[in-house]
């Protein structure tokens, strides 16, 4: 395509915080939702499946790649701006390629208060609306008042009551999983001015706790299962003797510091490693306790059954 860059066979190795996983058929950062449009109607005409990548700290990208187009949501669509509005608060414009902790330490510099959990979160801003994501208590449905999003067809506007937000869903990730075309380009938010030196002291508490309790420093996902109603994934996986537990020694692993990650030591096991410990941590938890844990980290290509 004349106008846009579309590179091939492209690793994505590196557009993942799982770091594995194979290339991309086809590959394009978008500036905006023309371009993104243009990409869906190329991929169309050329007969090639679409996925959306944000920051990559939510999937799980087979070894055999994406046999078709990447667009990658990312710096080409990252705007960040502010707003006050006359009664006082402040309208704040993220771009969903924009990192969803630079959105909080934004909302941190003005003295707002609400996003302070948001800091530590790895995710997209995009990524972020479509899963609703949140920590400590908090999630990004408790600020957004608006979302701009391409439906396959011409840029739209949600309200928040729009969005069907809920426990780690809203309408994009039920659209997408209609199987109908659907990219977030960027969402407006509301917060309320607080007292800076208290919104610094709460962010920098929530940042130690992450840290002492999360292998941050370690390749991974994040939370690998959903909370499932009236238990904690994590809680459940102990009971069930894995948390630090291993299939083999290809790297991924159960962290021994939070059994809710699964993690990929050194960056050295492959995605099908990855996704046969956790597999076996579902099956195991089952038999353990009768709870059936649901995979937070989407699954990306083909992977073996």
């Known amino acids: 395509m004349a106008d846009i860059r579309i ?11 799982f770091r594995c996983g194979g290339p991309a058929k086809y590959f394009a950062e978008p500036s905006d939702g023309n371009e993104v449009a243009k990409l869906f109607r190329w991929a169309g005409e050329t007969g ?33 701006s ?20 630079r959105f909080g330490n934004y ?17 997209s801003c995009g990524g972020a609306v479509f899963m609703n994501a949140g920590a400590y208590g908090g999630q990004v449905e408790d600020f957004i008042t608006k979302v701009i999003y391409w439906n396959g067809e011409r840029v739209l506007e949600a309200s928040a009551d729009e969005c069907e937000f809920g426990y780690r869903r809203s309408l994009f990730a039920r659209l ?38 999360q292998p941050l420093d370690v ?25 630090g537990f291993a299939l083999d020694d290809s790297g991924a692993q159960v962290s021994p510091k939070h059994a809710g990650f699964v993690v990929n030591n050194g960056g050295r096991a492959k995605a099908s490693d990855v996704k046969k410990l956790i597999d076996h ?11 059936r844990l ?5 699954l990306i290509g083909e992977f073996e059954r």
């Open 82 to 101: 502010s707003e006050e509005l006359s009664d006082g608060r402040v309208k704040i414009k993220a771009g969903a390629g924009l990192l969803l902790s």
């Open 176 to 213: 997408e999983a209609e199987r109908k075309d659907v990219v977030i380009l960027s969402f407006e938010a509301v917060l309320s001015k607080g007292n800076k030196d208290e919104i610094v002291k709460l962010t920098e508490e929530l940042r130690a706790k992450r840290t002492a309790s």
């Open 219 to 243: 390749p991974s996902a994040g939370s690998t299962f959903k909370r499932p109603e009236g238990y904690f994934a994590a809680k459940l996986i102990e009971e069930a003797g894995l948390k």
């Open 107 to 123: 909302c941190t510099e003005l003295s707002l208060t609400g996003a302070e959990f948001a800091c530590g979160i790895p995710g």
């Open 294 to 298: 649901e995979t937070e980290v989407r």
């Open 7 to 17: 590179l091939e066979n492209v690793p994505l190795a590196g557009y993942s915080t």
């Open 48 to 80: 090639l499946d679409v996925f959306v990548l944000g920051n990559g700290s939510n999937c799980l990208i087979s070894d055999n790649g994406f046999d078709g187009l990447v667009i990658k949501i990312g710096r080409n669509m990252s705007e960040l």
């Open 281 to 291: 941590v579902a099956e195991k938890v089952y038999e353990n306790s009768g709870v």
